[in-house]
């Protein structure tokens, strides 16, 4: 066999009926792997009875292939914890089965002298493992022992300090309440304690309020003590991938409730590196587990930058000197009753590739703007880049841009179009302008909404005409207004769209993202009600004159038909934050409320006009200032909000008569919706989609806009209307 850039070639020979079996069993892979395709041939008889692998081919073109990390496999553990072994407590150790992939890449084909690992020699005992066929470490291309692998070293401020148990150390002054600075698969993590004052001093520290942290467990069984974790959601948190699960709390959880506040759900995680796995055990309880990055700056992977950077957070540095390629987050997941959903798809799930059934010309996709990813589709196949965070500040902007070479480089090809969003000031939308520059290219603009259908459509394959729910924050729409509330008909390269939500003016525009209380003001406005201190308790008295007139000007207060704001001004008219600090932190709250409540009656919520349809969301608000001003309970009227939305869905899904559904855009991240939204379809007869290893958010764009771009490409250009 050998490995190519293309994949694996393996020539064997013998009788028709045991190489049927063995093409049969090569399909299902090893745990941990995933085979994208097998191609068969027959060639010629050689007569050979050896095992042999012949050294990687390099020079063609590479289609993108190239294996995500791993989390250790149960062997690699058990070798981590027994004594004599030769790796007992090495926190580098790995497997063919398992390890660090794409977090190690320099470039491709994948051999170790084009990983991080370049550095280290294999010692000999090491280099007869990678060398044996027998041996699970056979070709294992980041194979390591204590002899010739990485190392770790603790950093204090008062003065770099070589510790001899690094793990020993680090686990003591977690439990003192200190927070460490750890460098992870790929890229620094924050870690404290999750049960007592160190989550307060680390939100502090690292300037975010309410952003929910993550929780990494020793074990499953200290998992179960503090959450609820179904079958398929403890699949999830043991798979390869290891990635955060979205859980419910349990009766009994005694974490910090510094954690998640507002949120009846916490992300959990089980250790994910052998690293991982020594520091949970020697510490035996929950750690609080985020991001070393500030705010919404990319991961520090480097000592030096994140010694500089997370200075003032961190009060110690566990360090190593395997060099990370590129900052890779944790996902973040959860499961849902339409099966898995990606919300941040990063270690573990990048760069496998998606499909792209009957290829096309080479497209390179640069997503939106908030959690950004970019896309290369080749061939028949689709990479997505790891979730890049936000564009607003520059060290993210360059991130980007070291992404889109770093694709380019590592598949090796020539994008033939570049594609974005319609949003003209993107960074990533003034990056694509660049790019089509640069290679002489045509820039593709998508529109926000059909990407995020698109992406759905995409990932399903989904044959024939689609109606897509585009239900999102905002995303600039083809006529101007800030969409967010789309009904879209989507088939081949174009789109038309079906139904919306009534517009209201959104005063400040974007700092409505963050202040609920604007969307609020802006609904109340729309339905003609007074803005004083009783119906709009959030501004100061003063300041509610001027919200006024710049509402009836329209003056820096866009038109907006998005669901997303129409949570913010529900949950703000209920009592729930007015302002927040961060996207979509009301909705969460409301819909943690309304969880508890059962099935609940929809509002009315008529759709009105033709082509688009409007749905006029004035007399649910009245409904919903009604009952609350009856004293109905904010948990009841959200329960009832989110089950007209439902009925919603049903009703533009009758009225546009298509029978596919697929609920996308960032507001389908609401389990709660996205259920009750996917039950009520089924059972009125419709076949819904929903996206599930990309994420509903802006982290789907980039794979939608391929999908769009290469439909589009189809299309004779005397035919083209966009
Ligand atoms: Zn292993
Ligand atoms: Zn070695
Ligand atoms: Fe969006």
Redesign the pocket.
Known sequence: MSNDSQGARLEVEGEDARIDRFLSELVKGPPGSSVASVEAREIEALGDTSFTIVDSVTGEAPAPSLPADMAPCEACLRELEQHGERRFGYPFTNCTRCGPRYTIAIDLPYDRERTTMNGFP??E??AREYGDPEDRRFHAQP???????PHLRVIEPAGDRREDAPIVHCARRLREGRILALQGVGGFQLLCDARGEAVVRLRERKRRPHKPLAVMFPSMESLREHLIASVEEEALLRSAAAPIVLLDKGPSCSLSAAIAPGNGAIGAMLPSSPLHHLLLREVGAPLVCTSGNLANEPLCTAEGEALERLAGVADLFLVHDRPIARPVDDSVTRWTSNGLQLLRRARGYVPLPLPRPGGGPVVLALGGHLKSTIALAAGDEVVMSQHLGDLDNPLSRALLERTVDDLLRFFDRRPEIIACDRHPDYASSLLAEQLGARFRVPVERVSHHHAHVAACIAEHGIEGPVLGLAWDGVGLGDDGDLWGGEALRCEGASFSRIATLRPFHLPGGETAIREPRRSAIGMLHAMGAPLDARSAPWFPPGDLPVLSAMLDRGVNAPRTTSIGRLFDAVAALLGLPAVTSFEGQAAIELESLSTSIGPADPYPLPLTGSAPLIADWAPLLHSILADRDRGISAAEIGARFHASLAALAVEIARRAGLPQVALTGGCFQNRLLVERTGERLTSAGFRVFAPSRVPPNDGGLSLGQTWVATRRAAVPPSARRW
């Open positions: 294999l010692c005992a090491c194979i390591a022992c204590p002899r010739c692998g």
